[in-house]
């Protein structure tokens, strides 16, 4: 790489004044999955270039093939809850992101995903993570998939978030979940019945918002 950037800084000025993007290319050359043009990514999501530019830099540190498995996602999702066992929302969380259930996500998954999360309308926000409770795919949450993800974010913020939780925690909690969402009492909560309870709560509309301006 090295060589690269320093063959372009030997041309014009007018090429000096892009090298940044033009660095970036050439080195998403050397990796073994190329994402797709800067263009086509900036209008797919809702993200500039340089935001983008910033994302697969950070991207490519962590991932230097391009891609990333799930045990690599899993391995770097980890650092962020040192006290808990992250391991089985990670899995959760890595196919929501793996919308083409390849085993793998690639940069475009992962910006895609985050302009969602971060950019996207409500709805979008809100399709997202029905889609991301909605474990089997099969357009309907169910007290099981609620109960697995729930034990998942239990596990995950550790004993020194919930020092003193009693066994039955995690079913009260789906019990209190289902009690809101699901209108018309059938056993599951479809999306039209997730968007609209959730809409109606003021607490979740609020933390679907923290996040509009980290980047």
Same mark, same amino acid.
């Given at each position: 790489?090295?060589?690269? !950037?320093?063959?372009?800084?030997?041309?014009?000025?007018?090429?000096?004044?892009?090298?940044?993007?033009?660095?970036?290319?050439? *080195?998403?050359?050397? !990796?073994?999955?190329? =994402?797709? %043009?800067?263009?086509?990514?900036?209008?797919?999501?809702?993200?500039?270039?340089?935001?983008?530019?910033?994302? #697969?830099?950070?991207?490519?540190? *962590?991932?230097?093939?391009? $891609?990333? /498995?799930?045990?690599?996602?899993?391995?770097?999702?980890?650092?962020?809850? =040192?006290?808990?066992?992250?391991? &089985?929302?990670?899995? #959760?969380?890595? /196919?929501?992101?793996? &919308?083409?259930?390849?085993?793998?996500?690639?940069?475009?998954?992962?910006? &895609?995903?985050?302009?969602?999360?971060?950019? %996207?309308?409500?709805?979008?926000?809100?399709?997202? &993570?029905? /889609?991301?409770?909605?474990?089997?795919?099969?357009?309907?949450?169910?007290?099981?998939?609620?109960?697995?993800?729930?034990?998942?974010? #239990?596990?995950?913020? %550790?004993?020194?978030? #919930?020092? $003193?939780?009693? /066994?039955?925690?995690?079913?009260?909690?789906?019990?209190?979940?289902?009690?809101?969402?699901?209108?018309?009492?059938?056993? $599951?909560?479809?999306?039209?019945?997730?968007?609209?309870?959730?809409?109606?709560?003021?607490?979740?509309?609020?933390?679907l918002q923290l996040f509009e301006n980290v980047i």
């Amino acid at each position: 790489m090295g060589a690269v !950037v320093g063959s372009l800084t030997m041309q014009t000025k007018t090429r000096r004044l892009s090298r940044d993007k033009a660095d970036d290319d050439l *080195e998403i050359t050397m !990796v073994c999955h190329r =994402p797709e %043009g800067l263009d086509q990514l900036e209008a797919l999501t809702n993200f500039s270039k340089k935001e983008l530019q910033v994302l #697969y830099r950070g991207f490519k540190n *962590e991932c230097p093939s391009g $891609v990333v /498995n799930e045990e690599t996602f899993k391995q770097i999702y980890a650092q962020f809850f =040192p006290h808990g066992d992250a391991s &089985t929302y990670a899995h #959760y969380l890595f /196919n929501a992101f793996d &919308t083409a259930h390849s085993g793998s996500i690639k940069f475009e998954d992962f910006v &895609t995903a985050l302009s969602i999360l971060l950019r %996207g309308s409500i709805t979008e926000k809100l399709q997202w &993570t029905f /889609n991301l409770y909605d474990i089997n795919r099969d357009g309907y949450i169910n007290k099981e998939e609620m109960t697995d993800i729930v034990r998942a974010i #239990y596990d995950m913020m %550790g004993k020194y978030t #919930y020092p $003193v939780l009693k /066994n039955d925690a995690p079913k009260q909690h789906v019990e209190a979940f289902f009690q809101k969402m699901d209108k018309n009492r059938d056993g $599951v909560v479809t999306l039209d019945e997730f968007i609209y309870s959730c809409q109606e709560d003021e607490n979740i509309m609020r933390s679907l918002q923290l996040f509009e301006n980290v980047i």
